[in-house]
């Protein structure tokens, strides 16, 4: 079992920056990838970045690419996602899952994969 906890968010103009940070308890060990996905109002959950925990790569949409930033701290059993040059659009609750560590044919992008939730963060970015 994993636990998962965000925080971070709030209501930031445009343009300027948030971190967001999941601390993440239990069975961490076990635990190959862990990701970042988000929800607006009337929107599907959309993957917005995940990184392998042991090697810590990457992956993020093209929507994101070049502003977001996920990192992890194994010390700290922390993950973050720094969210620089943040627009309107980005506005949304943000959740931070992890997977099992089991082998699983689902791509890192897709939520299928995660197995354990955080309660979510909102992030509203003003005009």
């Known amino acids: 079992q994993v636990q998962l906890v965000e925080s971070g968010g709030g209501l930031v103009q445009a343009g300027h920056s948030l971190r967001l940070s999941c601390a993440a308890s239990g069975r961490t060990f076990s635990n190959y990838a862990m990701g970042w996905f988000r929800q607006a109002p009337g929107k599907e959950r959309e993957f917005v970045a995940a990184i392998t925990w042991r090697i810590g790569n990457t992956y993020y949409p093209d929507s994101v690419k070049g502003r977001f930033t996920i990192s992890r701290d194994s010390a700290k059993n922390t993950v973050y996602l720094q969210m620089n040059s943040l627009k309107p659009e980005d506005t949304a609750v943000y959740y931070c899952?992890?997977?099992?560590?089991?082998?699983?044919?689902?791509?890192?992008?897709?939520?299928?994969?995660?197995?354990?939730w955080g309660q979510g963060t909102q992030v509203t970015v003003s005009s």
């Open positions: 899952a992890a997977d099992s560590g089991l082998s699983t044919i689902a791509t890192i992008t897709s939520p299928t994969r995660y197995d354990y």
